[in-house]
């Protein structure tokens, strides 16, 4: 189907842990973003990319990788779990500026 | 820096109307708005590309004011599927391509 998909839908993960969070979209869109929601602080920007290979950060990036080898792919990478990155996290694509931006039905993490 | 946006919360009942203001100490080059219910993610409501611009989408309609750096949402006649938490989401930058969201504005339509 075509869209925008993340999975898993829900992780529960240990402290110290590495957990990967994907993100898949098949419009081809050449921008990507991974934001974060927390109550009281709206959507947070993690991490950005232009097209593949190019990606920035945003205005939340420590703790968290990101890599882009393929347009349609855009996975997000926790190295080391902390409590403070339970939340939920949702991916985004955009086919350019000033576009809208469509949402994945996000993750919810959990960080014991 | 977030976008800020105001109220934080409001509860209305079914047909009353609604301003959600977004503002921002930065240059505007674009506003987004979207809504979110409950346990799903946010969907496009409409983007105002230039000052003053409006833009309507049923009920709901925006203004940007671009000197004033902010823009308005307008819920006019509101429906109980009007609830949910609106954002505004700005793009940083001259052709910048990163939408920064404020903190959301929780609205309730009660019947």
């Known amino acids: 189907d075509a869209g925008i998909t993340q999975s898993p839908r829900y992780k529960i993960t240990e402290t110290g842990r590495q957990v990967t969070l994907m993100c898949h979209q098949t419009?081809?869109?050449?921008?990507m973003f991974w934001y974060r929601q927390d109550l009281g602080h709206g959507l947070r920007l993690i991490y950005y990319?232009?097209?593949?290979?190019?990606?920035d950060k945003g205005e939340v990036p420590d703790g968290y990788v990101v890599s882009r080898s393929k347009t349609e792919n855009f996975p997000l990478t926790l190295e080391s779990a902390t409590r403070s990155q339970t939340s939920v996290y949702f991916c985004?694509?955009?086919?350019?500026?000033?576009?809208?931006?469509?949402f994945g039905n996000g993750t919810r993490l959990t960080v014991t | 820096q977030q976008p800020v946006q105001s109220p934080q919360a409001v509860i209305l009942r079914e047909g009353e109307d609604a301003v959600i203001n977004c503002s921002s100490s930065?240059?505007?080059?674009?506003v987004h708005w979207y809504r979110q219910k409950h346990g799903e993610a946010p969907v496009f409501l409409m983007i105002?590309?230039?000052?003053?611009e409006q833009k309507g989408h049923d009920k709901i309609s925006a203004s940007f004011n671009e000197k004033k750096q902010q823009s308005s949402l307008y819920l006019t006649a509101s429906q109980l599927s009007y609830s949910g938490t609106y954002f505004c989401?700005?793009?940083?930058?001259?052709?910048?391509?990163?939408?920064?969201f404020g903190a959301g504005t929780r609205l309730f339509v009660k019947a």
């Open positions: 930065k240059a505007l080059y674009s």
């Open positions: 105002l590309l230039k000052g003053g």
């Open positions: 990319s232009a097209a593949a290979d190019i990606t």
């Open positions: 419009w081809s869109h050449s921008y």
């Open positions: 985004a694509s955009s086919v350019g500026v000033n576009s809208p931006l469509h």
């Open positions: 989401g700005t793009e940083m930058g001259t052709g910048g391509f990163k939408t920064i």
